[in-house]
C-alpha cells in the first residue's frame, strides 16, 4: 500500500516571502500523479498543483511550483511570494495511475501560518 | 449544481444514535467519494461510487457504516450506533469519470457525537 508522510505539522511564513512544504510518499509503481491541495477554515479542500510522474519537467501554477524528486519519491510544494490568503492546511496526495477508482491517499497535512 | 453540495453542516449527536450524510455531487459527475477527516489529521478513503455502484467498500471502517448512491446523484453516508470515535469531517468530492483525476469537493459536513 502506498503512504505520504508530511513531516512538518506547522510552517510559518513572512508575508511576500518563500516557503517550501515537504512530502514524500512510498511506492513501488512507476507511474502515478502527485497533487497538493489547500484546505482552508472553510474546509473545501482546493487543488493547487498537480503532476504526473512520467513527466520530468516540475509543474508550476502562477506562484506555486513543485520540485519532484521520483527517485527520492519527493514531492516538494514551493510558495513564492506568500500572501495572506495562503495560510491554510496544505495537503499532499497520490494516485496510483492503475488505479481504476481514481482514489487518494493523503498526508497528515501540514499548517501554514502566513505573518502579515 | 454549481459545486458539491453536502449537508448538513454540522451535526451534533447522542452516542448511539444514527445519523445519515448527504452529499449532492456535481450534475453529470459519474464518480463519487467519501473521505473522512479526523481532527488535524489528514483524509481517510471511506467508499467511492461509479454511478450507483460501489466497488471498492474496503474504506468502511466497521459495519455501523454504510453508503449508497441513487439515479447517479445524491449519495447518503449512513453511520448506525454512533461512537464518540465517529467524531469527524466527512467530505464528498465528485468527479466527471472515474480515472479523471480532477476532484471537487465539498465542504464537508462536521460530526459530533457526545
Known amino acids: 500500500a502506498q503512504t505520504v508522510t508530511q513531516s512538518q505539522p506547522e510552517m510559518s511564513v513572512q508575508e511576500a516571502e518563500t516557503v517550501t512544504l515537504s512530502c514524500t510518499y512510498d511506492?513501488?509503481?512507476?507511474?502515478?500523479?502527485l497533487f497538493w491541495y489547500k484546505q482552508p477554515p472553510s474546509r473545501q479542500m482546493i487543488l493547487v498543483i498537480r503532476?504526473?510522474?512520467?513527466?520530468?519537467q516540475n509543474a508550476t501554477e502562477n506562484r506555486f511550483s513543485v520540485n519532484f524528486q521520483k527517485a527520492a519519491k519527493s514531492f516538494s510544494l514551493k510558495i513564492s511570494d506568500s500572501q495572506l490568503g495562503d495560510a491554510a492546511m496544505y495537503f499532499c496526495?497520490?494516485?496510483?495511475?492503475?488505479?481504476?477508482?481514481?482514489?487518494?491517499?493523503f498526508g497528515g497535512g501540514t499548517r501554514l501560518m502566513v505573518k502579515p | 449544481g454549481a459545486g458539491v453540495s453536502q449537508s448538513p453542516s454540522n451535526k451534533v449527536t447522542e452516542k448511539g444514535k444514527d445519523v445519515e450524510l448527504r452529499c449532492d455531487p456535481i450534475?453529470?459527475?459519474?464518480?463519487l467519494y467519501w473521505y473522512r477527516q479526523r481532527l488535524g489529521q489528514g483524509l481517510e478513503f471511506l467508499i467511492y461510487?461509479?454511478?450507483?455502484?460501489?466497488?471498492?467498500k474496503s474504506g468502511l471502517p466497521s459495519d455501523r457504516f454504510s453508503a449508497e448512491r441513487t439515479g447517479e446523484s445524491v449519495s447518503t453516508l449512513t453511520i448506525q450506533r454512533t461512537q464518540q470515535e465517529d467524531s469527524a469531517v466527512y467530505l464528498c468530492?465528485?468527479?466527471?469519470?472515474?480515472?479523471?483525476?480532477?476532484?471537487?469537493f465539498g465542504s464537508g459536513t462536521r460530526l459530533t457525537v457526545v
Open positions: 468530492a465528485s468527479s466527471l469519470l472515474v480515472n479523471n483525476y480532477g476532484y471537487t
Open positions: 511506492t513501488s509503481e512507476s507511474d502515478y500523479y
Open positions: 461510487f461509479q454511478g450507483n455502484s460501489a466497488p471498492d
Open positions: 450534475s453529470g459527475h459519474t464518480a
Open positions: 503532476q504526473e510522474a512520467y513527466k520530468q
Open positions: 496526495a497520490y494516485r496510483s495511475a492503475r488505479d481504476a477508482g481514481n482514489m487518494l491517499t
